[in-house]
């Protein structure tokens, strides 16, 4: 069964500075792969996708993630973070069974 | 477009209770998925509907039951609850639900479920 690591539970970054938050799953193909963020109270917000292609994705609010098959990561990205970034983020992967398996999720705090 | 509608928000129960939530995709998707959201587990998926049929269903005791009606809204019933039932369900509809990136899930803001 497929899985999904995110290795930083928790990360606290100055506001403007860069972000980067870890993903790396298990899967013997190339799965289909998703970053989500949540903010309190909300429901789950769809950032990127990959499915095929190039390797580098955009997203919306500024986001990117590369996908890097040799390592098996799908690590997001943000050149600078805006204190309306704080939340918490979520990677995902699908197989193609209508399904998806997350990550334990990363909280982003942002410092002023 | 109105997104995912799930309803109600906020709902308390007690322990034996029995439980059922609801949820409105976004117009035009037929997929309904609902997963189960917890700071001990995290998300879990729960089970996914396509066309009133259920496709795939998660590891959950057989206490967790769904069903999709023929205008795609989904229901989700919870019996004979317990304390570790408590948490926040997620309900998710795409085109086709096939988890591709060309059938993204769009998620509504939850049910927040408490058992007490």
């Known amino acids: 069964a497929q899985s999904v690591t995110q290795p930083d539970i928790h990360i606290t970054v100055s506001e403007g500075a860069s972000l980067e938050l870890r993903c790396n799953y298990s899967y013997g193909a190339t799965p289909y792969l998703f970053w989500y963020v949540q903010s309190p109270g909300q429901g789950l917000q769809l950032l990127l996708k990959?499915?095929?292609?190039?390797?580098l994705v955009q997203g919306i609010k500024g986001f990117e993630a590369e996908f890097k098959r040799s390592q098996s990561s799908f690590n997001l990205r943000k050149p600078s973070v805006h204190w309306s970034d704080a939340a918490e983020y979520f990677c995902a992967v699908g197989v193609g069974d209508y399904k998806l398996s997350f990550g334990a999720g990363t909280t982003v705090t942002v410092r002023a | 477009k109105a997104g995912v509608t799930q309803t109600p928000r906020y709902l308390i129960k007690t322990r034996g209770q029995q439980v059922t939530l609801s949820c409105s995709p976004i117009?035009?998707?037929?997929?309904v998925s609902w997963y189960q959201q917890t700071p001990g587990q995290g998300l879990q998926f729960l089970f996914e509907y396509f066309s009133e049929t259920q496709r795939n269903k998660g590891n959950f005791p057989g206490r967790f039951s769904g069903r999709q009606f023929s205008n795609s809204r989904s229901e989700m019933n919870v019996s004979t609850l317990e304390l570790g039932d408590s948490a926040l369900y997620l309900c998710a509809s795409s085109l086709k639900g096939d988890s591709e990136g060309n059938s993204p899930l769009h998620f509504g803001n939850g049910t927040r479920l408490t058992v007490t």
């Open positions: 117009s035009g998707h037929r997929s």
């Open positions: 990959y499915f095929s292609g190039d390797t």
